[in-house]
């Protein structure tokens, strides 16, 4: 069934100033924090323990399994715990630490990976720590594990940046295309599809200039690079509507882009990849977007994964007392940090924080079924109705109104003129049937054993 027509989704404000200025690199910092759930998947499994030396771009932690991702110091220094620490989110995740010595030692065993095949080129991808930079975190290397039954018509490049304010992927476009293309190359070798396609939104002219003038270059051009600059709607960049708005394909329910012929890799992964291949440098340092209300200094800032937010907030003049809120990401469908302590992981592309003024949600108001919220939902999904049958505790209604599919964008909130927390609700629901199908899968498994004892 096809769930998808028109998208319309939201004009929402851009914020986005940072683009306009190269990035600023972090000063040392004093200690780094590296969580080992930075990307979707079984956590990576740390092969350092309390009291080693590291040096930066050194392996500290395996890929925990297929779906995973390995981790890597971003600093030179000592590790001084491999602990489990409480999180305010309530899990319980392993995290090494690691007391910095500021000199910045370079690993000497870093050197390009030898590629041969598409098989060393997943290795490759895997071994540079790449998972997916635009916020997702799923590893990359899973992603490119393509079987050979499947078909790759069209590999796109997320360069769509949509959620007001972060521009750090525009940054990796404007001060590393080469890299980006390069990156292309590779997927093109490799990967073989049918064709390679960049989405990126017309508010990034600089960005989308150069883009289209380096993909005609003599040394480009034979790649065959399409730049499809799209009108700047969010969510431009969720993955199903770009592949919707760039290869007109429909992901249907419950199957993933690979299913439709397609592959969606954010910009900034891209190049992380193609610099590892050229270098060996795996994945250690982000650029994040910091900015918001109480950020006197907006700016992009090049910083070790795993520094704190507080160092990044300090370096771009942040009053602590002035900021309200803080979030990991965009205001869209950003998630609030409940702590300055907690660190920059592989996905965060932007560190936001508001004073008192935009912190404060505003009182929700009963619905006067306008369907601001469905029309504007880019999955057309019935949100009153989906709140209502969590509110009823109806989890056969809930699953029956696709909440699944649901990719937590916000346009729905932000449409609502009597400010309902739509979004919060498509979480909660999801949760609750998520906790309905558990009891479901165990209820079953229990009658199914009880069944073969009675029968001997
Ligand atoms: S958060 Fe979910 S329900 Fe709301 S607009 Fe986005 S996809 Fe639709
Ligand atoms: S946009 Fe808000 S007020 Fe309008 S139907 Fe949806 S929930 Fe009700």
């Known amino acids: ?74 600093v030179s220094g000592t590790v001084t715990a491999v602990h489990d620490k409480l999180y305010a989110t309530g899990e319980k995740v392993r995290v090494i630490e690691i007391a910095s010595d500021g000199q910045d030692t370079p690993f000497p065993d870093i050197k390009p990976p030898f590629i041969s095949n598409a098989e060393d080129f997943i290795a490759a991808v895997r071994d540079s720590g790449a998972v997916g930079l635009g916020g997702a975190g799923f590893p990359t290397a899973v992603k490119l594990s393509v079987k050979p039954e499947q078909k790759v018509d069209y590999i ?21 295309a080469d890299d980006i293309f390069f990156g292309l190359s590779l997927l093109k070798k490799y990967i073989q599809p049918g064709e390679l396609i960049i989405g990126i939104e017309a ?41 919707y708005n760039t290869a007109r394909r429909v992901v249907p329910e419950g199957k993933l882009p690979l299913d439709v012929g397609c592959i969606v890799l ?23 977007t910091v900015a918001g209300t109480a950020v006197k200094s907006p700016a992009n800032v090049l910083a070790p994964i795993g520094a704190k937010i507080s160092d990044l907030l300090a370096f771009c003049e942040t009053d602590p007392d002035a900021s309200a809120k ?3 990401g965009g205001p ?35 619905c006067i079924r306008c369907g601001r919220c469905v029309a504007h939902c880019p999955l057309r999904l019935q949100t009153v109705e989906i709140q209502n049958a969590y509110l009823n505790k109806k989890p056969e209604l809930i699953e029956q109104l696709r909440v699944n599919i649901c ?45 073969e004892a009675a029968n001997g």
Do not use: W
Request: with cysteine; aromatic share 4%; glycine share 6%.
């Open 407 to 451: 990719m937590e964008c916000g346009c729905c909130t932000y449409v609502c003129p009597a400010k309902r927390q739509l979004t919060q609700y498509m979480k909660l629901a999801k949760a609750s049937l998520r906790e309905y199908q558990d009891l479901q899968k165990a209820a079953a498994e229990k009658a199914k054993l009880l069944a």
């Open 326 to 328: 803080m979030l990991y």
């Open 266 to 288: 954010n910009v900034t992964t891209l190049a992380v990849i193609a610099k590892y291949v050229k270098t060996g440098i795996p994945l250690t340092h982000k650029v994040v």
């Open 332 to 366: 869209m469908m950003g998630i609030a940090v409940p702590s300055e302590e907690a660190p920059i992981r592989k996905n965060t592309n932007a560190v936001l924080a508001f004073a008192e003024k935009q912190a404060v949600l505003p009182e929700e108001q009963p």
């Open 203 to 243: 508010n990034k002219k600089e960005a989308a200039e150069h883009l289209l003038r380096l993909s005609e270059t003599p040394e480009n051009k034979p790649l065959g690079v399409k730049i499809t600059v799209l009108p700047s709607v969010y969510p431009q960049g969720g993955e199903k509507v770009l592949i």
């Open 156 to 176: 796109i490049i997320n360069a769509a940046e949509c959620e007001p304010y972060i521009t750090s992927d525009t940054r990796t476009i404007i001060d590393s």
């Open 1 to 74: 069934m096809s769930f998808f027509t028109k998208i319309k989704g939201v004009r929402v404000p851009h914020e986005k100033d940072t683009a306009s200025s190269a990035p600023k690199t972090l000063p040392p910092v004093g200690a780094v924090f590296l969580p080992m759930n930075m990307h979707i998947g079984a956590p990576s499994v740390p092969c350092v323990a309390a009291g080693d030396a590291v040096l930066v771009g050194q392996k500290i932690a395996e890929a925990g399994g297929f779906v995973s991702s390995p981790v890597h110091s971003p």
